[in-house]
C-alpha cells in the first residue's frame, strides 16, 4: 500500500503543478497577446489578422471590438472592412463591423466574438 500512495502523492503534486501554471514556456501575459495599437484600426472600419484568424473593428471612436474572422458560411477568412461591414470574399457575405452580425447573406451566423484588452494605445488578444 505504501507503494500506491506514494505514486498517489506524486500524481496530485504533478496535477497541482500543472494546474498551477508551472514550466510555462508557451504560457500568455495576463494582458494577452499583443494584436496591434488603436491608432492602426481605423474608425469605423478595422483590421483584419489572417494568422490570428481575428479582425478588431473601431465602430465609434475609442470602442474596440474583436471577432472571428472566419467566416460562418462555408468558412473562408474575410478579407476586407468596408463601409461599416466586414466582408467575406468568397460568397459575399457581410457583417456588421459593431456586432459581427450578418448584414447580408448567404451567411446566416454572426461571427463569433473574440475576447480582447485595450490598455492605453495597445490591443491585446485574451
Same mark, same amino acid.
Given at each position: 500500500? $505504501?507503494?500506491? $500512495?506514494?505514486?498517489?502523492?506524486?500524481?496530485? $503534486?504533478?496535477?497541482?503543478?500543472?494546474?498551477?501554471?508551472?514550466?510555462?514556456?508557451?504560457s500568455t501575459a495576463p494582458g494577452g497577446q499583443q494584436l496591434t495599437r488603436t491608432g492602426d484600426v481605423p474608425e469605423g472600419g478595422g483590421t483584419i489578422f489572417k494568422e490570428q484568424k481575428v479582425v478588431i473593428t473601431q465602430p465609434t471612436k475609442g470602442d474596440f471590438k474583436a471577432f472571428s474572422a472566419i467566416c460562418t458560411h462555408m468558412g473562408c477568412t474575410v478579407n476586407q472592412v468596408a463601409d461599416g461591414t466586414i466582408d467575406c470574399p468568397c460568397h459575399g457575405s457581410k457583417y456588421d463591423i459593431a456586432d459581427g452580425a450578418v448584414a447580408h447573406g448567404p451567411a446566416t451566423e454572426p461571427l463569433p466574438p473574440k475576447s480582447i484588452k485595450v490598455e492605453g494605445n495597445s490591443i491585446h488578444l485574451l
Open positions: 500500500m $505504501t507503494h500506491s $500512495t506514494t505514486r498517489r502523492t506524486v500524481l496530485a $503534486t504533478g496535477a497541482a503543478a500543472l494546474a498551477a501554471g508551472c514550466g510555462g514556456e508557451n
